[in-house]
């Protein structure tokens, strides 16, 4: 893996592909061979800002670099990979897998936790059977299509929360549930722009109170840290894979003071960006 010598993460709505090239129906899949073959199976470090990806690796070997972490992917593999997330590959010549690409719009369409970024436990038999059943959905469209596949898709997140290792208790799906959701989406889409619990607590329909509790209880941390770890996140891509100046990221975020800024990593990181930046590139 290397870091490219860029002002910003490239951004590419299929790998290589322009935003807004190609509009999806409801998924894009191919083999990994096929793709990773047309790039001597290297996969350049970059981000989709609209587009939700799953990689499933049946064969052969991999490794990953997801948001700067280094992983290392077996047959039985699956990994998520959200809209913004960075990522890129290495893979052997002998790979075989399917990568499905879907709409982030239609993951939150679902009402439904978003899987975070990350590498699924290996052999999870009801994963590669649900998302066998969407992509042949996909293949062969019937009467009520529409339909099919948001059930389809339903049920493979389903399975993915199941298999995954924070899997929600049975029956979680109540209003508080609901809140969470609607609140992490609110972080996804805002989190630029605002840092204030209340805003997020009003266009949820709570008190900030009631939104601080219900953080505590479900993710085990406040309202604010959730808005300020998924700053701290976007920082750390920046930092890593962009050649953009520390003021700039601050002001990328919303950070006009970069002393400010500074700090902010600082506390979230326990280094300052110049070292961070510095030390995630040595590893």
Not at 99 to 120: F, H, Q, S, W, Y
Request: glycine letters at 8%.
């Amino acid at each position: 893996m290397y870091y490219l010598n860029v002002n910003s993460i490239p951004t590419y709505a299929l790998y290589g592909e322009t935003d807004g090239e190609a509009r999806q129906d409801w998924l894009h899949w191919e083999t990994i061979q096929a793709r990773s073959r047309l790039h001597d199976y290297r996969i350049a470090p970059h981000r989709h800002e609209q587009f939700f990806q799953l990689l499933h690796l049946t064969d052969g070997l991999a490794e990953m670099t997801l948001d700067g972490d280094v992983h290392e992917l077996l047959p039985g593999n699956v990994v998520l990979v959200p809209a913004g997330a960075v990522h890129g590959y290495v893979f052997s010549t002998d790979v075989r897998g399917v990568v499905v690409t879907l709409m982030e719009r239609d993951i939150v369409g679902l009402g439904l936790p978003r899987p975070d970024a990350g590498v699924m436990p290996r052999d999870s038999e009801e994963v590669a059977a649900a998302l066998g059943r969407l992509i042949a959905e996909a293949d062969r469209p019937g009467p009520g299509h529409d339909v099919a596949m948001r059930a389809h898709l339903t049920l493979l997140m389903i399975a993915l929360r199941r298999a995954g290792p924070d899997a929600a208790p049975a029956g979680d799906s109540g209003r508080g549930a609901q809140l969470m959701t609607r609140f992490r989406d609110l972080v996804e889409q805002r989190y630029r722009q605002s840092r204030r619990v209340t805003e997020y607590a009003d266009a949820v329909g709570i008190s900030h109170t009631h939104l601080n509790r219900l953080c505590r209880e479900r993710l085990g941390c406040s309202a604010l840290a959730v808005i300020e770890q998924r700053l701290a996140n976007e920082a750390r891509r920046h930092l890593l894979f962009s050649t953009l100046s520390i003021k700039q990221i601050g002001a990328e975020l919303g950070y006009d003071d970069p002393g400010y800024f500074s700090r902010f990593i600082s506390r979230m990181f326990g280094l300052p960006p110049a070292r961070l930046r510095e030390r995630m590139r040595q590893r």
